[in-house]
């Protein structure tokens, strides 16, 4: 068995990158490590020396490693989640282009990031898995020295702000500094600590685009019953009624159609979802349940000018 390990570094921090590091480590025929794998371990358990030691070893001698990045900017464009997706399928990438086989991937944590992709089916996540999976381990090493690495140079390229020392992260050098000298363009402008007046965040999109939707149910003749039902897994955003028919609506919004049109997002697994969730609130509220029939439908909403382009009835 041949496990590829996922891990992230830099999820938190109030600038730099999101970086995920991917690993295949080698065994012997009775599925033993070499002797060099042993110390591995979490790297946020190790001194900044022997990251930097593991490091050099895991990049010498693994299998196979992968780093993915997404930069400050693609984390307020797209979102904390969708730049968890983003850079896993990054990292996974620069591993498959070195054609090493695997049978497993390991993620680190409780979401799988590759859900939606062809290999959704081979992923097991693991809490703590960067200290139970050295794979793991060796993908926490390589993206930590990395990212530390950018910004260690980012504290050349924008001295005084000290991420040579705070990395990113929201310390209270960090705070004082930003007072000082405000953002930089390596700033994540979408985190609260960050925002200026005039950002527009990817909540604030996502309202909007709710909102232009919800007036054009309004305006033929939809009555608007709830907005933003939340369920434990899944969260519908407009539920409307009309002619004794419930609406469920899930808007979606792209600034933009290169990574596809807002409808391509309307995954098997999100209608499935989207399901679950309509069957809740009729559940709850069983009136409606009784005396109207159910659909779900899509609102589409695109542009920097917010268009509203189409609203469809899918299921």
Same mark, same amino acid.
């Given at each position: 068995?041949?496990?590829? &390990? %996922? ?8 600038? *730099?990158?999101?970086? %995920? ?18 110390? +591995? ?16 070893? %895991? ?6 490693? *992968?780093? *993915? ?44 990031? +590759?859900? &939606? ?7 097991? !996540?693991?809490?703590?898995?960067? +200290? ?35 990395? *990113?992260?929201? !310390?209270? +050098? ?27 965040? !990817?909540?604030?999109? &996502? ?91 899509? &609102? ?16």
């Amino acid at each position: 068995m041949s496990i590829l &390990g %996922i891990d992230e570094v830099g999820r938190g921090p109030w600038a *730099g990158p999101l970086v %995920i590091g991917a690993v295949i480590l080698p065994k012997d025929e009775t599925g033993n490590y070499p002797d060099w794998v042993s110390p +591995l371990t979490d790297s946020k358990k190790l001194s900044e020396k022997k990251r930097e030691e593991y490091s050099a070893t %895991i990049l010498k001698n693994a299998l196979a490693t *992968g780093l *993915g990045w997404v930069s400050s900017q693609e984390i307020d464009e797209f979102g904390l989640s969708e730049s968890l997706r983003l850079v896993t399928r990054r990292a996974v990438e620069e591993v498959q282009k070195q054609k090493v086989p695997f049978t497993e991937i390991i993620i680190d944590g409780t979401q799988n990031f +590759l859900k &939606g992709t062809k290999l959704e089916n081979y992923v097991t !996540t693991l809490k703590k898995g960067d +200290l139970l999976i050295k794979e793991i381990s060796a993908a926490s090493i390589i993206a930590k020295v990395a990212r530390d690495h950018y910004m260690k140079d980012l504290a050349e390229k924008y001295p005084g702000y000290g991420f040579e020392k705070h990395v *990113g992260y929201g !310390t209270k +050098l960090h705070k004082e500094m930003l007072e000082k000298y405000g953002p930089c363009p390596e700033h994540r402008n979408s985190f609260r600590p960050i925002q200026k007046p005039n950002v527009v965040t !990817t909540k604030m999109k &996502g309202d909007r685009a709710e909102n232009i939707v919800a007036d054009y149910l309004k305006n033929h003749g939809h009555t608007i019953i709830a907005r933003n039902h939340k369920t434990k897994f899944y969260e519908i955003d407009i539920v409307s009624t009309k002619n004794d028919k419930i609406y469920f609506t899930e808007v979606k919004y792209r600034k933009n159609q290169y990574r596809g049109t807002s409808l391509d997002m309307v995954t098997k697994e999100k209608l499935k979802q989207m399901t679950f969730a309509a069957e809740s609130f009729l559940k709850y509220y069983k009136d409606y349940k009784e005396s109207h029939s159910p659909l779900l439908a899509v &609102g589409l909403v695109s542009g920097s000018d917010f268009n509203f382009d189409d609203w469809l009835v899918i299921k």
